[in-house]
């Protein structure tokens, strides 16, 4: 499957923002899909992510803190995360990933990258203060 992230810019902090991750090539409802950022100088790290059925999603809560959510639309071949409430440290460049096996466990305890093996270029996110 290949994968398209789309979405990001400037905002102001406090301010909102959706990311979309547009699929194509493949039967994308059989995928989980996942979002990771990236700081500068920083590890690649799992922000969100959604089972292929959207009934089973992960937040790393660390990071979101109930400020994110993440959705699909199967027949659009889509899926979403909207941030709420975004803060300087927010700034990242924002991937979209899937697999058609990721760990189950994954959405108790969160995800590697390394479970992933479709991964989109990438969309960036800066938060301004």
């Known amino acids: 499957v290949q994968l398209q992230a789309s979405g990001g810019g400037l905002v102001q902090a406090g301010g909102s923002l959706r990311l979309s991750c547009s699929a194509s090539?493949?039967?994308?409802?059989?995928?989980?899909v996942g979002w990771f950022r990236q700081a500068p100088g920083k590890e690649r790290e799992l922000v969100s992510a959604i089972s292929w059925s959207g009934i089973s999603t992960y937040y790393k809560n660390s990071v979101v803190k109930g400020r994110f959510t993440i959705s699909r639309d199967n027949a659009k071949n889509t899926v979403r995360l909207q941030m709420n409430s975004l803060k300087p440290e927010d700034t990242a460049v924002h991937y979209c990933a899937a697999d058609r096996l990721v760990p189950p466990l994954g959405f108790q305890a969160g995800f590697l990258p390394t479970d992933f093996g479709s991964w989109g270029q990438g969309t960036q996110l800066t938060v301004s203060s």
């Open positions: 090539g493949d039967t994308f409802s059989s995928y989980a």
